[in-house]
Nanobody
Framework: QVQLVESGGGSVQAGDSLTLSCAAS????????MGWFRQAQGKEREFVAA????????GYADPVKGRFTISRNNVKNTLYLQMNSLKPEDTAVYFC?????????????????WGQGEQVAVSA
């Protein structure tokens, strides 16, 4: 069973950068697709970014394209999300997720392992 733990969140101002990390344990995730989702207060969880098992293929939600970069290090069993030019609308709890679908998935229902979430707050 895969356990995921996020870190790196915090409170920043608009235009700042943050990097989230997600450490996996329990078993290697090198064959899993992985991704980031977020949930703002009062809203549903939404897709942010996904990466395939190798780190080669990535995908992003339109609101974060050009600002966020997803990457992974399979040796360290760690997933990352570099977030640049942050906006107040990026404020949310960010979740790391893993799926047995090796290419990754934008659908939360297809992700079987989740982290506990990491708060990101962006002020204007």
């Amino acid at each position: 069973q895969v356990q995921l733990v996020e870190s790196g969140g915090g409170s920043v101002q608009a235009g700042d950068s943050l990097t989230l990390s997600c450490a996996a344990s329990g078993r290697p995730v090198s064959s899993y697709g992985m991704g980031w989702f977020r949930q703002a207060q009062g809203k549903e969880r939404e897709f942010v970014a996904a990466v395939d098992f190798s780190g080669t293929r990535v995908g992003y939600a339109d609101p974060v394209k050009g600002r966020f970069t997803i990457s992974r290090n399979n040796v360290k069993n760690t997933l990352y999300l570099q977030m640049n030019s942050l906006k107040p609308e990026d404020t949310a709890v960010y979740f790391c997720a893993a799926t047995r679908i090796s290419k990754g998935s934008r659908d939360p229902a297809e992700c079987g392992a989740w982290g506990q979430g990491e708060q990101v707050a962006v002020s204007a």
